[in-house]
């Protein structure tokens, strides 16, 4: 069989290569297009994917029906992926022994957790506790005026003290916490049971924690009590951040009888 010459087969290969491709691209882009206009409506699901193509660090602001009011996002960072998480991918959309009366939203970021959370249970008291200032202002500005949503600017750790948070790039929720260095004025840190002391919780029925890296302190720490006041935690591990976060966080919940499941990027753990 004449295969012709190598050129002509290279060129042949790299025509279909480029054809494969544009394919694949174009069955993202309808894959994209149906998810985002299904799940939030024609408007809202096409200015979606528009704004996912403007530039860094504009503010805009979206009314979607999952969420318990108007959201106020940033562009070029992190909060439209976290939008999907929440809202396309039902990234908290799981079982739950029963309605929530008390939520912890630990790693809030600018709230969209929270106003879904809010959407789902209204009558849920939720404390939304983030550490970064400039996410905690749209969290703050987002949740304004919302009953029974209460807001921390701290972050969660193993003892009390204050921080610093270095940002990893320019992804607005991309920092992890480290010791405060000289001269800055840092974050507040606090610990579960101080914080349960602080808005006076004898229980919560769901603990949500996204701390990029910082749950393996938190789980190994000395005093684990205040695990025995919560009934369900959902927590999103990073181990690819922090090596360890998974070992510690299993062998905290370990001290008491739970049922497990693993919901997208979420570990969740019931007291049986």
């Known amino acids: 069989m004449w295969l012709g010459n190598g050129r002509e087969n290279s060129q042949g290969a790299l025509s279909l290569a480029a054809s494969t491709f544009a394919a694949m691209a174009l069955g993202k882009a309808i894959r994209h297009l149906f998810e985002h206009v299904s799940r939030l409506g024609l408007t809202s699901g096409l200015r979606v994917l528009w704004l996912k193509k403007r ?16 959201v ?63 996410s905690f202002a749209l969290l703050e500005r987002n949740t304004r005026g919302i009953p029974g949503i209460e807001r921390l600017n701290a972050a969660l750790t193993a003892v009390d003290g204050v921080i610093g948070l270095e940002r990893g790039g320019l992804n607005p929720s991309a920092f992890h916490v480290r010791a405060l260095m000289p001269g800055e004025e840092g974050v507040e840190a606090i610990s579960m049971p101080s914080l349960l002391a602080r808005y006076a919780l004898h229980a919560v029925d769901l603990l949500k924690l996204d701390i990029e890296g910082a749950e393996k302190e938190v789980f190994e720490a000395a005093d684990l009590s205040w695990m025995d006041r919560i009934r369900t935690i959902a927590v999103e591990l990073h181990d690819r951040m922090k090596p360890g976060c998974g070992h510690a966080f299993f062998g905290a919940v370990t001290r008491e009888k739970r049922h497990y499941e693993v919901h997208e990027y979420l570990v969740i753990a019931t007291k049986a």
């Open 72 to 134: 106020t996002v940033r562009t070029g960072g992190s909060d439209l992926a976290i939008l999907d998480e929440v809202v396309i991918d039902h990234g908290y959309d799981f079982p739950l022994p029963e309605s929530p009366r008390i939520i912890l939203d630990i790693g809030a970021n600018i709230g969209l957790a929270t106003l879904w959370f809010k959407r789902r249970y209204p009558d849920a008291r939720i404390i939304a506790v983030e550490p970064d200032p400039e």
């Open 55 to 70: 530039s860094a660090g504009q503010l805009a602001r979206l009314h979607l029906k999952q969420l318990a009011g108007p």
